[in-house]
């Protein structure tokens, strides 16, 4: 079974400064997507960035970017240049490139300090 | 995209009783699936809600416990049965717009507390 691990629940930055948010994956597939959402207060899942597998580049949006090590089995998020609003939580999820189901991390509680 | 409205937002309910919960989407999908979201935890797949069909249930749920309603491509329906206190929880809407589509779109959930 596909298992995706944050192996921390908690985090905190300074405004304007870098946070780097873990996550590793466990799969024997090669194919495969890999996302992070984060979850503001309000509870509302909003998409950050997406990954495919099969690209060795890796994604980024804006201020967000990720680290994409495919052999390591790692998807780190990168977020620059923090905000007051990037406070939430945040969710690593792997998908199957031929399944619907999404396997969630435990999530990492981003705190953004002015 | 899609954007998922979902109804109630919140309920307090009694033990025994039934809950249930409406997920609404602003265009046709294909894909409809009810996650639950426990206090600190992450989010669990309960179902895949199929049209014109019985729901495909992960392991751990079934049918009698959370049955799910499709009647359409744009509306689904959630409800907990029998409810008690470890059925607190944040209840999950989510829609992809079709099969394989590589992103789902959430509802804001509902939060659910059983006395």
């Known amino acids: 079974a596909q298992t995706v691990t944050q192996s921390q629940p908690e985090m905190s930055v300074q405004e304007a400064e870098t946070v780097t948010l873990s996550c590793t994956y466990d799969?024997?597939?090669?194919?495969?997507?890999l996302f992070w959402y984060k979850q503001p207060p309000s509870r509302q899942m909003i998409l950050v960035i997406r990954?495919?597998?099969?690209?060795?580049q890796n994604a980024t949006e804006n201020r967000f970017s990720v680290n994409f090590q495919k052999a390591a089995k790692s998807f780190s998020l990168k977020i620059s240049d923090s905000q007051l609003g990037d406070a939430a939580m945040y969710f690593c999820?792997?998908?199957?490139?031929?399944?619907?189901?999404?396997?969630f991390g435990t999530g990492t509680s981003l705190t953004v300090i002015p | 995209s899609a954007v998922i409205s979902q109804k109630p937002s919140r309920d307090i309910c009694q033990r025994g009783t039934s809950l249930t919960i409406q997920c609404q989407v602003d265009?046709?999908?294909?894909?409809m699936f009810w996650y639950r979201q426990q206090p600190g935890q992450s989010l669990t797949l309960i179902a895949t809600?199929?049209?014109?069909?019985?729901?495909?249930?992960e392991s751990g749920f079934v049918i009698d416990k959370f049955p799910i309603s499709r009647p359409n491509l744009t509306f689904s329906t959630l409800t907990v049965s029998n409810m008690s206190p470890e059925d607190s929880s944040i209840y999950l809407c989510?829609?992809?717009?079709?099969?394989?589509?590589?992103?789902?779109?959430f509802g804001p959930g509902t939060r659910l507390t059983v006395l």
């Open positions: 989510s829609a992809a717009l079709r099969a394989g589509y590589n992103e789902q779109f």
């Open positions: 799969t024997s597939e090669s194919d495969y997507y």
């Open positions: 990954q495919e597998a099969y690209k060795q």
């Open positions: 999820a792997y998908r199957r490139n031929t399944g619907n189901q999404f396997y």
């Open positions: 265009s046709q999908v294909t894909m």
């Open positions: 809600a199929n049209q014109g069909s019985e729901a495909t249930y």
